[in-house]
Each structure stands twice: as C-alpha cells, then as structure tokens.
C-alpha cells in the first residue's frame, strides 16, 4: 500500500503570505492529486498531475517523481484559501486512490 | 443541474436499522466510488464500481452493500447500523479508476448513528 504522508498537519498564514504544503509517497505513481475541501465539507479536484508544474490561478502544484514528492503552493494567500487541502495517489492496480492526511490552512486577514 | 449528488445530506439513525445513502450523477462516468471520512483516517475507499452491474470492494467495506444497475446511480446501504458508522460520506465519480482522471465529489452525507 502506498503510504501518503503530508506537512505540515496545521498550518496558520497571515494574508498575503505564501504557502508550501508538502505530500510525500512511499511507491512510484502514474499520477498524484491536490483536493481542497472547505468547510461547508465540499472536496475540490484542484490538480492532477503525472510530472513537472501546473497553474491556477494562485495556485501552483509541483511533482518531483524520483523523488516522490509533491508540493502545493499558494501566492498572496487570502482568507477565502482557508480550507483542508488533501492528496491523494492511486494505488499499484490503479483503481483506487490513498489519501493523504490533509493539511489544514487558516489564512488570517 | 449537471454534476454529483448525494442524498440525503444530513441522516441519523439508530443501531440496527438500515439506510440507504444515494449517489447519482450526470456525466455518464464510468467510475465511482465510496468513501468515508473520518477523524484521524482521513478519507477511505468503501467500494468501487468500474461499470454498472460491476462492484469491487476498497479498504473498509465491512457492513456495507452497494449496487450499480444504472451508470448514473452509485447507492451505498447499511445493512445493520452501528456507531461505528457514524461518518461523513462522500459519493465521487471519474471517468477512469486507474488515477489517471480527476475524480469529482459529492457534497457529503453526514450520517449519526445512534
């Protein structure tokens, strides 16, 4: 089973800072995803990734496959980013995924 | 609206009953899944379904039944309640199982067994 851990658990930012929230596997992966799930409960697909970087907004998703790890950064980070942010590998056969902890981000205005 | 949805959104319910929580959704994905979310496990697969009239289990199916006849609808049942249960569930769909897709949710269901 692929082990996914993520940092930081808990993570406070005032507004305006950047932020790196961190996801690390233990098996090699044909793809990794970021989930932001907010309070009201609702989960988010953000980013699917297999390599290199992708852009959304002020959203930015890193892979490094050999080194197996995965960041996800936030510029000018705004309380409305205040959400649990989750990701998730899928498994050997590849019909299911494991999920990471989730990082919980407050963002203080 | 297109997209996934779960219903009931809030559920309690006592030990030993049965309850259905429903998933339908409108894109014709081929995949879907349940999972439950928990303090201190995060989210996990309950089952899978590759296809209608196809079902697999995933890492905590124990007491669960689910069925897939049509594509669109992904029920979950508890058969037999337990606090156990006691969770918020999400319903997800994709259009393929192998991570290669992104994966769309429900909003949730948060279900209290009593």
């Known amino acids: 089973k692929n082990e996914v851990e993520q940092s930081p658990q808990n993570l406070t930012a005032q507004e305006g800072e950047f932020i790196t929230i961190n996801c690390s596997y233990s098996?090699?992966?044909?793809?990794l995803h970021w989930l932001q799930q907010h309070p009201g409960g609702g989960i988010v697909s953000l980013f699917m990734?297999?390599?290199g970087k992708k852009k959304h907004g002020r959203l930015i998703a890193t892979i490094n496959i050999q080194e197996k790890h995965s960041s996800l950064h936030i510029t000018a980070s705004h309380p409305r980013d205040s959400a649990v942010y989750i990701c998730?590998?899928?498994?050997?056969?590849?019909?299911?995924?494991?999920f990471g902890g989730g990082t919980r981000l407050m963002v203080k205005p | 609206d297109a997209g996934i949805t779960q219903s009931p959104r809030y559920k309690i319910t006592e030990t030993g009953r049965q309850v259905t929580l429903m998933c339908h959704q409108t894109?014709?994905?081929?995949?879907m899944f349940w999972y439950r979310q928990d303090l201190g496990h995060g989210l996990r697969l309950i089952y899978y379904?590759?296809?209608?009239?196809?079902?697999d289990k995933g890492e905590v199916p124990d007491g669960y039944v689910v069925s897939r006849s049509k594509t669109e609808n992904f029920p979950l049942t508890l058969e037999s309640a337990t606090r156990s249960q006691t969770s918020v569930y999400f319903c997800?769909?994709?259009?393929?199982?192998?991570?290669?897709?992104?994966?769309?949710f429900g909003q949730g269901t948060r279900l209290t067994v009593v």
């Open positions: 098996v090699g992966i044909s793809a």
């Open positions: 997800a769909s994709s259009e393929s199982g192998r991570g290669g897709r992104k994966a769309f």
């Open positions: 990734l297999s390599s």
């Open positions: 894109w014709s994905h081929s995949y």
């Open positions: 998730a590998v899928p498994n050997n056969a590849g019909n299911m995924l494991t």
């Open positions: 379904s590759a296809a209608a009239d196809i079902t």
